[in-house]
């Protein structure tokens, strides 16, 4: 969550600390709403003008499994 990751569209930040809005990194749009990052999740995203969404969550390992489950039954 350094300077150097990107560059910065809209949003605010503080290197180290927290990175907040629309960053264009390694060839398209990230979101990132992060200040804990060990409470990161990077969303993939396809057919969108952001390429990923990096946030925060209250817990990970359960988000991640319900994304995935949503995405299984939108595909069923």
């Known amino acids: 969550m350094g300077w150097s990751q990107g560059l910065k569209v809209l949003g605010a930040g503080l290197p180290n600390v927290s990175r907040v809005g629309t960053f264009y990194q390694d060839g398209g749009w990230v979101y ?13 995203l396809r057919d969108e003008q952001s390429h990923r969404l990096v946030v925060e969550v209250g817990d990970p390992a359960a988000e991640v499994d319900r994304l995935q489950r949503a995405v299984a039954a939108a595909h069923a």
């Open 32 to 44: 990132w709403g992060v200040r804990h990052p060990d409470r990161v999740i990077v969303v993939e």
